[in-house]
Structure formats: C-alpha cells, structure tokens
C-alpha cells in the first residue's frame, strides 16, 4: 500500500509543480487586477461628486436636516449637477 502511495507521488509530482505555480501566479494577477480596477472606480466616483455644485449655491443651508432650501431631495446627490436652481454665493460672508 504504501508502495503504491509513494509511486503515485511521484508520477503525479511533475504535474503538480507546473499546476501550483501557475494557480499561485493567476491569483495574485486576479488580486492586482481587482485592486486596480476598484481604485479606477473610486476615482471616477470622486471626479464626478466633486461636480457636485451645492456647498457654493445660496439656498445651500450645511445643515443636515435641511440640506436645500428649495430641492432638498436633490441636494448633494448625483441630480444636483444639473440643478436649474443653482445660484453661487454673491458674497460668503452673508451666509
């Protein structure tokens, strides 16, 4: 029995080798490439939030029960970008 074990180690060794190594290596290529893709995500995400026009706009009240004053809905969202009510601060040290 154990003669038969040790022989089909051996036979199964050279394959074995090759098979480890490559599993190992696509592995670590599958993790970079999941890290790089979320890193490529996340930087889409904040480019398009920081087009988010609500802190200079005057209704912007900063105020976390009432956000807006006019589309509190939509404000600091995605839908705020293209907001028709958006007017910038004429002076910030009035608000």
């Known amino acids: ?3 038969l074990l ?11 080798i090759p098979v480890c190594f490559l599993s190992a290596w696509s592995l ?5 490439w999941s890290m790089w893709t979320a890193a490529r995500d996340s930087v889409a995400k904040a480019q398009e ?3 988010i026009p609500c802190t200079g706009c005057q209704y912007f009240t900063n105020d976390y029960h009432l956000k ?7 404000a600091n969202t995605e839908e705020a970008i ?14």
Do not use: A
């Not at 040790?6 to 074995?16: D, E, T």
């Not at 907001?83 to 004429?90: I, L």
């Open 49 to 51: 939030m920081h087009q």
């Open 6 to 16: 040790f022989y089909i180690i051996h036979l199964i060794q050279p394959v074995l």
């Open 68 to 74: 807006c004053t006019v589309r509190p809905s939509v």
């Open 1 to 3: 029995m154990l003669q």
């Open 82 to 95: 293209s907001c028709m009510d958006y007017q910038p601060k004429t002076n910030p040290m009035f608000y």
């Open 28 to 32: 670590i290529l599958l993790v970079v």
